[in-house]
């Protein structure tokens, strides 16, 4: 959990402008979208940088925090941003990691004072950047790889779990509207581990959550290119209808 003083800092930080949304790498933009803040049209900026290594990453080019060649800088994002005030509704930062990089407050508050929705995406990794974001965020899009005990064997690194669950408890008693999502790959799940995922974050209170099925291909582990035995339709549609009751949204994703 972040300390009030460390809190302090990083706004200070920000206002006294040593930090500024400047600073923020940037991977890429998504001009438009429609399906990465629910309900909105929506741009998405991705962020460049993630500490995690899941095997099913199809965002392999996103992982280093170095700048990639012909990536755009946060200047170009905000001329974009100010051309498109009154045409789209929001802004969701992805990535990669957003929360990895100070910057993103910075990147945020920009967004929210040009008059946007701000959504996230995040690997809930790092709580205490995600508690300061919280006051001008709309919308999480909240990952949660697995339970606990899974945790290190999907992500390919010790620790993660803990604060993933901080993070959701943070969005938990924030008023900021959430869905968690999760990834489903064979080499990760069968069936009996989502329906166990389902249950535990059924006991955690969790109301809206997304499943998607991994695709084969792209992915950052080559164990993880090829499926030997994907998971049915039918399989997963059986799931969902038996533990539905649990959710006010349980979805399969594409
Ligand atoms: S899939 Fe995993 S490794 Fe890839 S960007 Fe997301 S959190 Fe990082």
């Known amino acids: 959990m972040q300390s009030a003083a460390t809190l302090l800092k990083l706004v200070t930080l ?29 741009c998405v900026v991705f962020t460049q940088g993630c ?36 045409l789209l509704e929001a802004v969701v930062f ?16 920009q967004a929210h004072q040009l008059g946007f929705k701000v959504g996230l995406h995040t690997s809930g990794i790092n709580p205490s950047r995600l508690e300061s974001l919280l006051p001008y965020l709309s919308w999480v899009g909240l990952d949660i790889k697995a339970e606990p005990a899974n945790y290190q064997a999907v992500t390919g690194r010790p620790g993660v779990a803990v604060k993933a669950e901080q993070s959701l408890s943070l969005l938990q008693t924030s008023k900021v509207d959430y869905e968690v999502r999760t990834t489903l790959h064979p080499k990760d799940f069968d069936l009996a581990a989502i329906n166990s995922l389902l249950n535990w974050l059924a006991s955690k209170q969790v109301k809206k959550v997304a499943l998607q099925v991994a695709r084969a291909g792209q992915c950052l582990s080559p164990a993880y290119q090829s499926i030997s035995q994907p998971f049915l339709t039918s399989e997963l549609t059986a799931i969902i209808q038996q533990q539905a009751v649990n959710f006010s949204q349980l979805l399969l994703r594409d």
Not at 21 to 31: C, D, E, F, I
Not at 61 to 86: C, H, K, Y
């Open 51 to 86: 500490p995690l290594r899941c095997g099913y990453c199809h965002n392999p080019q996103m992982l280093p925090n170095a700048p990639q060649d012909a990536s755009p800088n946060w200047q170009v994002i905000e001329t974009f941003l100010t051309s498109r005030i009154g």
């Open 14 to 42: 920000v206002k006294t402008k040593m930090l500024t949304a400047n600073h923020l790498v940037v991977a890429g933009l998504t001009p438009m979208t429609t399906l990465d803040f629910p309900d909105h049209l929506a």
């Open 94 to 109: 992805s990535g990669g990691e957003p929360t990895s990089q100070p910057a993103l407050l910075p990147a945020v508050i």
